[in-house]
């Protein structure tokens, strides 16, 4: 095979550090466009970047020339060091140490970008300990809870 192709879709999750609640007001919005951006700069298109004040839900295409450990660790890296730069309540912002990667199946992208879309009023009556839990039993996959949070 002379060409190397490939399409594969990814609903990534992580949150702040202790599920602060940090990510709030234009600072939300803006961290979503920051993401976004640093996902396109890795030629991985960004198509839905959504969330509420302690995590975020990215869903994007993932390049064939980088791997997800790569694409995760830029993304988180680079957004921390500019939320920093927000004004000076976020010098000590991290994300957490783990994150959620999720393979889509095509036909689920608009669904998933609607599931990203409603995370406020999904939130309104779960947290986000028992969402990724919800998320982590549809996927199938398997965890220690001792080790699932930091």
């Known amino acids: ?24 007001g234009a600072l939300r919005g803006k961290t979503h466009a920051y ?3 640093v996902l396109n700069n890795q030629d991985c298109s960004a198509i839905k970047v959504g969330g509420t004040r302690d995590h975020v839900h990215v869903l994007f295409r993932l390049s064939k020339n980088r791997a997800l450990a790569d694409v995760v660790e830029e993304i ?35 669904d998933v970008a609607e599931y990203i879309d409603q995370q ?11 969402e990724y839990r919800q998320l982590l039993k549809r996927y199938g996959v398997e965890y220690d809870e001792r080790y699932l949070w930091d």
């Open 1 to 24: 095979m002379g060409q190397s192709l490939s399409k594969v879709y990814v609903h990534l999750i992580f949150c702040t550090r202790g599920r602060e609640p940090l990510l709030l």
């Open 120 to 130: 406020e009023t999904h939130h309104e009556s779960s947290n986000f300990q028992d």
């Open 76 to 110: 988180k890296t680079s957004s921390s060091r500019w939320i920093k730069t927000q004004g000076s309540g976020f010098g000590g912002f991290h994300w957490q140490n783990g994150y959620g990667g999720f393979s889509v199946s095509p036909g689920e992208l608009q």
């Open 35 to 37: 993401l976004a951006g």
